[in-house]
């Protein structure tokens, strides 16, 4: 159950136990789009169907929300629409206007919305009360909004904030590639995207390819930024720094997975989520540091 996608937030003002939370999820849970629904959103357990919706261990969190969605494609409506038009156009001696067009396809979406497929999908986040972290496993803010969103509307008292550093992303990530000295738990891989600032914002990307300080200065003096970076922290955990502090296609290196399989815990998912959260609880510190620390 490794997360891939790591979305930041620092979580203040937190004194909410895994009894309390569960019970507060539980008045939110995910529910089965109605007749007419197109979406719906509720929380779900983040382990298995029927398990609780916080899953602890220790003094971690991990909560999962869930989203139901229909899939009835444009495609499919405009293909009914086109076929109910001609009816119409046979009915009534012509063709029907924009106006009447527009109420054939609400009243298509109406008549296919109850027998459309719905598809289910779950985004999970990892509370730390201890380190004041709450980390979400999303591509992209937009995703991490609606976990947020439906996380304030659950529980009140507390506030988030994503992380921000004293150093951008941007600006660490240019030096380093321009050689300035990486902390010592770094290691720069072989991916990269540098970004123009002009108006046309060229890019250039390197995949699996060396990084050469001569190469990547002579882009740097034209005016080019690093948007992102492929690093390794500590030989254990590999991932993409972004611009927005996003870590990506985080993935554990070859001594995480040896601890897993030499794991005596029966649960893979247990032993994932204690090995994640110890890695991350060491990770997000160093990453903070390495970007000139926390910006209050």
């Known amino acids: 159950m490794w997360f891939k996608n790591l979305l930041v937030y620092r979580l203040n003002n937190w004194d909410t136990t895994p009894e309390a939370l569960e019970e507060k999820l539980s008045q939110h849970a995910l529910q089965a789009c109605s007749g007419m629904e197109m979406q719906s959103r509720g929380w779900v357990s983040p382990k298995a169907e029927g398990e609780p919706y916080v899953h602890t261990l220790g003094s971690q969190m991990l909560?999962?929300?869930?989203?139901?969605?229909?899939?009835l494609p444009a495609t499919v409506i405009n293909q009914f629409a086109k076929s109910r038009a001609a009816e119409v156009e046979e009915q009534q001696?012509?063709?029907p206007g924009r106006k009447q067009l527009k109420q054939i396809k609400e009243a298509i979406t109406d008549e296919l919305l109850p027998r459309a497929f719905a598809i289910r999908r779950k985004t999970c986040a990892w509370i730390d009360p201890v380190g004041g972290f709450m980390v979400v496993d999303a591509a992209n803010y937009a995703k991490a909004d609606e976990l947020v969103e439906m996380l304030f509307k659950a529980l009140d008292g507390f506030t988030l904030t994503p992380v921000k550093t004293d150093v951008s992303a941007t600006t660490a990530m240019t030096g380093w590639l321009a050689g300035d000295d990486l902390p010592g738990s770094f290691t720069i891989d072989r991916d990269c995207e540098l970004r123009g600032t002009g108006e046309e914002r060229a890019s250039v990307r390197y995949i699996r390819h060396a990084?050469?300080?001569?190469?990547i200065n002579k882009h740097i003096k034209a005016g080019k930024e690093v948007a992102r970076l492929a690093m390794t922290w500590n030989d254990r955990l590999s991932f993409?720094?972004?611009?927005n502090l996003q870590l990506k296609r985080l993935a554990p290196l070859d001594i995480l997975k040896e601890q897993t399989d030499i794991s005596d815990q029966d649960d893979v998912f247990d032993t994932d989520f204690a090995i994640m959260t110890g890695e991350l609880k060491k990770l997000l510190p160093d990453i903070i540091d390495a970007l000139g620390g926390e910006r209050t």
């Open 63 to 71: 909560i999962s929300l869930g989203t139901e969605k229909k899939l």
């Open 93 to 95: 001696g012509y063709k």
């Open 211 to 215: 990084l050469e300080v001569d190469e």
């Open 240 to 243: 993409v720094l972004h611009e």
